[in-house]
């Protein structure tokens, strides 16, 4: 259980840290900030089981158990997918350029896992 409450005390400061870079203008250190946030998140479901994908697309994959359980919805795993290709974008691709409007629904998107995630595994 310890690795579990380090895991979600790890998605929370990585979510405080993409708050603190969209707020600097830091829009691309927001963005890798608000998807590690998710991405711990979700590691903490698959610790429960003893589960450790070795890429981010098999973590994602992974989650579509939590749907069928009805512990998590369709919509935010998209969030998860949704973080991982702007991230991606944004780090393979030099011209990219990312607006507060676009970083700020991601924040939303990962603030709502991130919460979401900490309800889910309290009732755990």
Do not use: C
């Not at 259980?1 to 005390?9: E, F, G, I, P």
């Not at 400061?13 to 600097?24: I, K, T, V």
């Not at 393979?92 to 409007?101: A, F, G, K």
Request: net charge neutral; hydrophobic share 40%; proline share 1%.
């Amino acid at each position: 259980m310890n690795n579990v409450k380090a895991r979600l005390r790890k998605s929370r400061r990585y979510l405080e840290m993409a708050w603190h870079d969209h707020r600097g203008g830091f829009f691309e250190g927001a963005v890798s900030h608000a998807y590690y946030a998710m991405n711990h998140s979700a590691k903490t479901f698959l610790v429960l089981e003893d589960i450790s994908p070795k890429m981010h697309k098999g973590v994602i994959l992974q989650l579509g158990k939590y749907v069928k359980l009805g512990k998590l919805n369709k919509d935010e795993v998209r969030s998860i997918v949704h973080g991982l290709t702007i991230r991606d974008r944004r780090n393979y691709n030099i011209e990219v350029v990312l607006d507060d409007d676009e970083v700020g629904e991601l924040l939303n998107e990962a603030e709502h896992f991130v919460d979401r995630t900490e309800e889910v595994i309290g009732d755990a």
